[in-house]
């Protein structure tokens, strides 16, 4: 991958020619701290697969050009992998004709984007953002408009506080509004006072979910839940747990909201996660990553007429949201999912995979706790007495880029259209990273 922007010289030399070491340095000094990637390695563009990144890897014999797996899909945002020819043919003839215009315009993509949401998603209305975030805060916002309109045991509007009920270990995203849906500490540091109204509560705990009804009666407006909580190291509920909140919100007249923006696109090998348990349409979903085949950041909240209605203009807008390339994008995601037949290719080696990487975890009972997964999103958590981030590093020294989360969970996540040899390369690295754990 060479542009006319790598021979551009910054800090006296072509970028081109900068050192791993010079790149972690210019981010140790100047980038804010928010991420720690894994120093040692700089990735230099797509590999000979979709499935694989190139990258240039330091070594005992110096700096090391190489391939490895891409086990994590940038948290399941690049489902076709990379170079993907179709999406970038279409996308550089798209990037020729223009760059964007505002909503205050229309071009002619967004209608027919918006149609073709209506038939892949089954939802109503949509409201196009870019970030996942910026769609979960809009969330926020159509919450809290139908509650003060419709919400309430007579359905006449909630006079005080509307009550969000969320679920612990959630992640739904870096927005103010999206920090006081989750209780992760590290998160809410020093951003008290948070927006008030949100209840966190056990995921996969239908109980907790009761008491908190009966707690805040009449005055719970949604439950918004994601419905595999991938973040959290890929944790699955029971059959029943959806089906059985989702009833709690209709017998309570509140929204069911589900956050499907790592879980959606086919990851699962359904549409949506939401498919997987016999659920009645959700009244809001939220969702995003994969919509934009990770090419560029496309997002949307989803939902039933009633609730989306309640926008009006100036209340709420977006620069990029369904801005002509994004929508353009997107439409040719969907066309690209239901062409390849991506469902049956999900279920099919979502299964494989996760066979073969319960094979390995038998291996070493006092190392791995549990392998969990749906389609091609699979966790294998291991015991907490072992170090995950090492078991991260071990797994780039055996050729696959895979990241923990919660510090004991390896979320594996490879671009859904990843082969047999790729799936191999996965299970091949856990095995031989276990063992030097």
């Known amino acids: 991958m060479n542009t006319i922007i790598d021979a551009y010289e910054v800090n006296g030399k072509p970028i081109k020619d900068w050192t791993i070491k010079e790149h972690n340095e210019a ?9 720690k990637p894994f120093h040692g390695v700089l990735v230099l563009g797509g590999g000979t697969k979709p499935y ?24 399941s945002a690049v489902p076709f992998g990379h170079r993907d020819p179709v999406i970038t043919e279409n996308v550089n003839k798209f990037i020729a004709q223009m760059a964007t215009i505002p909503r205050s315009i229309s071009h002619s993509y967004l209608g027919p984007w918006q149609v073709k949401l209506q038939e892949f998603t089954q939802m109503d209305m949509f409201l196009p953002k870019s970030s996942g975030t910026e769609a979960n805060e809009a969330a926020i916002k159509a919450i809290r408009k139908w509650a ?6 007579d359905g006449k509007g909630i006079k005080g506080t509307p009550y969000i009920i969320t679920a612990k270990n959630a992640f739904h995203g870096r927005g103010l509004g999206s920090t006081a849906m989750m209780d992760d500490p ?8 948070l927006m008030p109204g949100f209840e ?22 949604a439950v918004f839940i994601e419905p595999i909580q991938a973040e959290a190291g890929i944790l699955i509920p029971d059959d029943n747990y959806l089906r059985d909140v989702q009833k709690l919100c209709k017998e309570n007249n509140a929204l069911f909201v589900l956050d499907e923006i790592q879980t959606g696109y086919c990851r699962t090998g359904y549409n949506f996660a939401w498919q997987l348990y016999d659920l009645e349409k959700p009244d809001l979903v939220t969702l995003g990553k994969a919509m934009g085949s990770g090419g560029l950041p496309v997002s949307c909240l989803c939902g039933k007429k009633e609730i989306m209605e309640l926008f009006e203009p100036h209340g709420e807008g977006s620069t990029f949201g369904g801005f002509p390339l994004a929508s353009f994008v997107g439409l040719l995601t969907i066309h690209e999912l239901e062409k390849r037949d991506i469902i049956k290719m999900v279920r099919e080696n979502g299964k494989y995979l996760k066979e073969k990487l319960e094979e390995v975890a038998k291996n070493y009972p006092e190392k791995v706790k549990e392998v969990r997964g749906i389609g091609m999103l699979i966790g294998v958590e291991i015991k907490p007495q072992y170090d995950g981030h090492k078991l991260s590093l071990n797994m780039i020294e055996h050729g696959v880029y895979a990241k923990e989360t919660h510090d004991t969970n390896l979320r594996i996540a490879p671009p859904i259209v990843i082969e047999r040899e790729g799936m191999d390369k996965i299970v091949s690295a856990l095995d031989a990273s276990l063992a030097d754990l």
């Open 27 to 35: 981010l140790d000094k100047l980038g804010a701290r928010i991420y």
């Open 52 to 75: 694989m990144i190139k990258v240039r890897k330091e070594t005992k014999d110096g700096e090391k050009e190489m391939e490895l797996v891409d086990a994590l899909a940038c948290y």
């Open 148 to 153: 003060k309109n419709y919400g309430g045991r």
């Open 186 to 193: 590290t998160t809410r540091k020093d951003l008290e006072p």
């Open 200 to 221: 966190q509560v056990p995921f996969n705990d239908v109980e907790a979910m009761e008491a908190k009804f009966k707690e805040y009666d009449g005055e719970i407006a």
